[in-house]
């Protein structure tokens, strides 16, 4: 069963940046989105940011103009910059590839978390 793994994540400061990385551990075929979501403790799991296979990204509100989405097509990795972190961007992040609409592989997480 080919799985995501994600790394990158780790404790901050508020204003820091992390750079989280996401690889699938086997070959993976005919994946158009790939991205990421996030969990924080007691809230539900929201999507953070995608990216299709030509480049076309969005980005939940609460991150625009901070974090950006990156991917390397042939590898299907997925990367997330994030830059001029706050405390309520702490949470577990999750990554996602997609060949139709919902995601058909998740990442198993990785904390982020930011302090004040």
């Known amino acids: 069963q080919v799985q995501l793994v994600e790394s990158g994540g780790g404790l901050v400061q508020a204003g820091g940046s992390l750079r989280l990385s996401c690889a699938p551990s086997?070959?993976?075929?005919?994946?158009?989105?790939m991205g990421w979501y996030r969990q924080a403790p007691g809230k539900q799991r929201e999507l953070v940011a995608t990216?299709?296979?030509?480049?076309?990204?969005k980005y939940a509100d609460s991150v625009k103009g901070r974090f950006t989405i990156s991917r390397d097509n042939a590898k299907n990795t997925v990367y997330l910059q994030m830059n001029s972190l706050k405390p309520e961007d702490t949470a577990v992040y999750y990554c996602?590839?997609?060949?139709?609409?919902?995601?058909?592989?998740w990442g198993q997480g990785t904390q982020v978390t930011v302090s004040s």
């Open positions: 990216i299709t296979s030509g480049g076309t990204t």
């Open positions: 996602t590839a997609s060949r139709i609409r919902l995601p058909d592989y």
């Open positions: 086997g070959t993976i075929s005919r994946i158009n989105t």
